[in-house]
């Protein structure tokens, strides 16, 4: 069976990386740092949207400077008792082998340590992972790449990820640089294509390079010539840049008839355009009267989506997708457009970036309801807020009900507002560790008292004579 062509054509070294020419020689910079001994910055941030060639890039500089990999991705288990395992254990003076085998530096080489998608870790999966991650950072003696897409997402969990460090963003190429690339695989697999093709497919993989190269051989396998026909029947990937399109004809073409033929081409849910349509129409209507007859017609819609929702009739779906584009168009009576690039729903951004809070708070409120012996509902609405006033008070408050609501550095740092390597967080569990301890062993108490030292229980001795009735 023969290899995928994105695996087939992965870069073996950094000079074979596509685009992106300062990070990779920033990183190949710190990787040369590690023949001199521990760098100030142990571990590096690879930033970037998905399919840009982060992953590539890392593995193409283990392969370049021999290095073993020790990855760990989404699909692992990445509790803080699996990362300290796997990756942390492997981070110290020894090392693993290719045989799993534990060897000196000096002996194994160095070993990569890859956290792949670490911006991912939400919910009870991967419950304690982040303050593990932070020790990993600062403690270890092998080079480490965390990579990620969203590094707010990560950052604002912990201040080491931050400040100890070194970040490094990727962009996506250009069409260009995906056109040459594409070339060479052509060339290798003596596939006969159009310059047009070639332009197409690069486009239309909206600089992503996998995709790309994907497409490429989705095309090429079973033909002798791929032409720009071909590439036709490739349709957008990503469903942002449609959405960048539909932006366009709304607010700069005023193309009421356009607009609407376009978002039935998108084929995306009604809720998800009118998002876009708000969060941009206050930032391309500078003009009062057009600002307000465009949240109008943007109100018409709100409308006909609640009575989707109450009525379950989705035939009224057509009628708010009408409001919301071709409604929006005819609202600008003025030649006065802003010429701003139009934004993401930020609605959609603080969701994503709240996920993993909205899930501890699930968490916390269930440990503290099985604590208190009440619902989560009004632990929620009735402890938390006075909860979190009292315990940035008292730190004792904090040590007590870490030691009996069984709550770790997560759920704590959450109720501070904190950070999970904070030291008000890290004082709270050494305290309550602290008294778990005294509670088990009480002070004074010998537990190699001498069994002789200890008073006998003296067993009554039977009475001699007949028993009375009470006795029975």
């Known amino acids: 069976m023969s290899l995928d062509w994105t695996e087939k054509y992965r870069p073996r070294s950094l000079k074979d990386v596509l685009g992106n020419p300062g990070p990779v020689s920033d990183l190949r910079a710190w990787a040369e740092s590690w023949d001199k001994g521990i760098p100030k910055k142990r571990a590096v941030v690879l930033i970037g949207t998905p399919g840009v060639g982060k992953t590539t890039c890392a593995e193409a500089l283990a392969n370049e400077y021999g290095w073993g990999l020790i990855e760990m991705n989404a699909s692992d288990q990445r509790t803080g008792e699996a990362i300290r395992s796997v990756a942390l254990r492997g981070a110290y003076s020894n090392t693993f082998s290719d045989s799993g085998e534990y060897l000196n530096t000096k002996d194994g080489g160095r070993k990569l340590i890859i956290l792949d998608e670490a911006d991912s870790l939400f919910g009870n999966a991967d419950r304690g992972a982040v303050p593990v991650i932070a020790e990993l950072i ?184 009408d409001m919301m584009t071709s409604g929006v168009c005819v609202a600008r009576m003025t030649n006065k457009k802003s010429s701003d690039w139009f934004k993401n729903p930020a609605y959609l951004t603080k969701l994503s970036r709240s996920k993993g809070i909205r899930q501890t708070k699930d968490v916390v409120c269930q440990k503290l309801a099985d604590h208190l012996h009440t619902s989560t509902k009004r632990v929620a609405l009735d402890v938390l807020p006075p909860l979190r006033l009292m315990l940035e008070k008292d730190p004792e408050l904090r040590a007590m009900l870490v030691r009996d609501a069984d709550l770790d550095a997560d759920d704590l740092a959450f109720l501070l507002n904190s950070k999970v390597d904070s030291a008000e967080v890290k004082d709270a569990l050494n305290e309550a560790m602290s008294m778990k301890e005294k509670r088990i062993h009480p002070k004074g108490h010998n537990s190699e008292e001498k069994a002789e030292d200890v008073p006998k229980e003296e067993k009554p001795q039977p009475k001699k004579g007949q028993k009375s009735l009470f006795e029975f």
């Open 138 to 321: 600062k403690q270890t003696k092998q080079p480490v790449i965390l990579i990620v897409n969203d590094f707010y997402g990560l950052s604002r969990k912990s201040s080491a990820i931050k400040t100890d460090t070194l970040q490094l963003t990727f962009k996506n190429p250009p069409t260009s640089t995906i056109v040459k690339a594409l070339k060479r695989i052509c060339i290798s697999e003596k596939v006969d294509i159009t310059d047009g093709a070639l332009e197409n497919i690069a486009k239309n993989s909206n600089g992503d390079i996998r995709a790309a190269v994907r497409d490429l051989e989705s095309l090429a396998l079973g033909k002798s010539k791929v032409t720009v026909e071909d590439t036709e029947e490739l349709s957008g990937r990503i469903v942002k840049k449609n959405m960048y399109d539909l932006m366009k004809v709304i607010f700069w073409n005023a193309d009421a008839i356009k607009s609407r033929e376009m978002v039935r081409d998108i084929d995306e849910d009604p809720n998800m355009v009118m998002l876009w349509v708000d969060e941009n129409l206050p930032r391309q209507y500078i003009d009062r009267g057009d600002l307000y007859r465009g949240y109008g017609k943007l109100s018409k819609a709100d409308i006909f989506l609640g009575r989707v929702n109450r009525r379950q009739y989705y035939g009224m779906w057509s009628y708010a997708l």
